[in-house]
């Protein structure tokens, strides 16, 4: 008799356990992530890790395109989106501003941000520049990187012509400007497809390694519910790691999400983008915390920060967390 008691004690204890523990398929965390952008390789890693890996971790998560106007930090703060994803620096600027937004991950390690001219100009290196015409994009991410990358480079800012330019191609293949920012693995697709021989810049082989593109929330997200955070980045980085593994299933995924891409384009930027993916060390997501530091002095003596603390924007407590256990 005792021993039957007994059996049914550890039955209950058992069941309990196992009531307790997340199983797959039962949803226990709902979020929504607000991409930056228009749906591109860009956001190949988010698609799948959606649509293969978030049950896996008891979430239901929906992913929502962006656009030229859309701004991810205004949606997050007012509560429409749990999680957005766009450039560090606005992030940072935001934070300054007292928005207090905390960065839980790097998608873009290092920022693709780089520079290109046609072949028949021989603008080769950053001098080249002097007494040339170069495009900018004004607040963007690419126009932080450009005036640091001349600063650094010891280039003659008082010896160039700034062109403001819109967010295409057509001031450069019309000859109207002889440098225009590029995002590695975007643009420079476009003008192979194209047939335009280029020359291509990038700041990381002169020393200058910035963060881009960053997964965040609003502190009180973090504190409330950090389990489902925890929840979000695994199924992020398990999105991008299979991304990587597998460029032609991401782009398929992505192609079912979005319809209207061109998925032989977009597989050919993933190929290009797979460095600039696939994180510090080989580990998507997460990046070198001396490159936050050096970026934010860097933005400081810009002028484009004052008195931001990167320390207490940053928390990758929950990608470290996902490596550990996976390894």
Known sequence: MRNRIYSVIILI???GCSQNQPQEGNIKFQASLRFGWFTSLSFSGEVTGMKEFSSKYNLDLKCEPGS??????????????????????KILAANEKGADLIIIGCVDYPLPGAFVSKKERHITKPKDWEGKRVGVLPGGSTDYLYRVFIKKTGVDANKITEVPIPFDLKPFINDQIDVQPVFV?????????????YDLIEPKNYGIVFPGRCYFCKRAT???????????????????????????KAIKNLKEFAPEINEERELLSLMKGIPYFKGYNDKPLTSNISDWQTMVEDLKELGMLKSVDVSTSLNFLFI???YSEKH
């Open 68 to 89: 030229e106007t859309t701004d991810p930090i205004k949606l997050v703060l007012a509560g429409s989106n749990t999680f957005g994803v766009i450039a560090a620096d």
């Open 222 to 248: 973090i504190e409330k519910q950090p389990e489902m955070v925890q929840a979000f980045i695994n199924t992020m980085a398990d999105g991008w790691n299979e991304a990587l593994k597998n460029p032609e």
């Open 320 to 322: 470290n967390r996902y």
């Open 13 to 15: 204890l058992i069941a």
């Open 185 to 197: 693995f975007d643009e420079t697709v476009t003008l192979e497809q194209k047939g335009i021989e």
